[in-house]
């Protein structure tokens, strides 16, 4: 009788153990094993993973809650995410791969490396799963379309700004945040052929990659002053670039001396502005892009034509206009 019942609480002992791991969740982290559109036990929403090129930069927060705005209006189920640093190329690329997984309704990318992600970007091709690029483009055609700023006439822009406040001659340096990205090559590209194009006495002495980070940028920035000792400007072409830049001209003392162009519009920029460290600087339309970036692609998941390209708009900023009600609707804390 003993052993009967030794027998019976073994087999309610097992029971209990296969009823618990059929109701654990082995994927962990927010959206692990999450079912996608469509299939059994998901949600009758479109699902829409949005993978941007990081998160350390107000610019992200303020294209996450463009994505997020557009989701709302739109119905649809979104996540948002990216890798810690822009130079993560690699996380990137799994945060692509685990995306395509989950077999989205379409999924909308921001690439760090314009090359790296098109063999996964194919295979979302072969399985039907539009895809919206925005911000920074891909090298290929297999995106519907990119929902981005005009790079290379942006950075023309902060090319003829420059000459204007160095009166049309000396030597100017770049800090781009990498040489990879779409964002990073155009908007290099913009400034550097403006200035060869239109102002033959302004020499541009260097141009380095600090990778979008605000130390590196700094040394890097540090560096090219202690090289050229007479430099009169400094472009710096994203967030991180230009906020080294303001920190380089501020520890070595040559505040007024140097003239600081940056690109995008967070608040570390706006203080240098409002301080006289930075000249001005590009802001972009953040909001608009992740606006753009998730509307697109409920557009191209239904079927819906839109255009190759949907370019969202730039505008020169400085203290003369920086409180108008145009800028200040594209500027972020």
């Avoid at 403006?194 to 979008?212: F, L, N």
């Avoid at 301080?275 to 953040?286: E, F, K, R």
């Avoid at 390209?309 to 972020?332: P, Q, R, V």
Wanted: glycine share 12%.
């Amino acid at each position: 009788m003993r052993r009967r019942m030794g027998v019976l609480a073994a087999l309610v002992l097992s029971v209990s153990l296969v009823l618990g791991a059929c109701g654990s969740n082995e994927g962990g982290g927010e959206g692990a094993n999450k079912p996608a559109s469509g299939e059994a036990g998901g949600s009758d929403k479109m699902y829409i993973p949005v993978i941007s090129k990081g998160f350390q930069h107000q610019f992200w927060q303020a294209v996450k809650q463009g994505a997020e705005k557009a989701a709302a209006e739109l119905d649809v189920e979104i996540t948002f995410e990216g890798p810690e640093t822009e130079s993560q190329v690699d996380k990137q690329i799994e945060m692509l791969q685990a995306a395509l997984d989950k077999k989205p309704t379409a999924i909308a990318f921001a690439a760090l490396d314009s090359k790296a992600s098109i063999p996964l970007l194919e295979k979302a091709k072969a399985s039907s799963i539009p895809v919206v690029g925005f911000d920074s483009g891909v090298d290929s055609d297999i995106p519907d379309t990119t929902a981005a700023t005009d790079n290379i006439a942006a950075a023309g822009l902060a090319a003829d700004k420059m000459a204007e406040l160095i009166g049309g001659s000396g030597e100017v340096a770049l800090i781009v945040h990498d040489q990879t990205s779409r964002t990073g090559i155009d908007r290099e590209k913009g400034f550097v052929d403006r200035i060869k194009e239109k102002y033959p006495d302004i020499k541009i002495v260097d141009v380095q990659y600090g990778g979008g980070d605000q130390l590196k940028s700094t040394d890097l920035a540090k560096a090219i002053m202690q090289a050229h000792p007479n430099l009169k400007g400094f472009f710096g072409a994203n967030e991180g670039s230009a906020i080294g830049v303001v920190n380089a001209v501020t520890e070595m003392g040559k505040t007024g001396q140097i003239t600081v162009i940056g690109y995008d519009s967070g608040k570390l920029q706006m203080d240098a502005i409002k301080n006289g460290v930075m000249a001005g600087a590009i802001t972009q339309d953040p909001i608009g892009i992740g606006y753009w970036s998730v509307k697109a692609a409920v557009m191209a998941a239904k079927g819906e034509s839109v255009e190759p390209m949907i370019d969202t708009g730039f505008h020169w900023y400085d203290k003369t206009n920086m409180d108008s009600e145009e800028i200040k609707a594209l500027l972020y804390e």
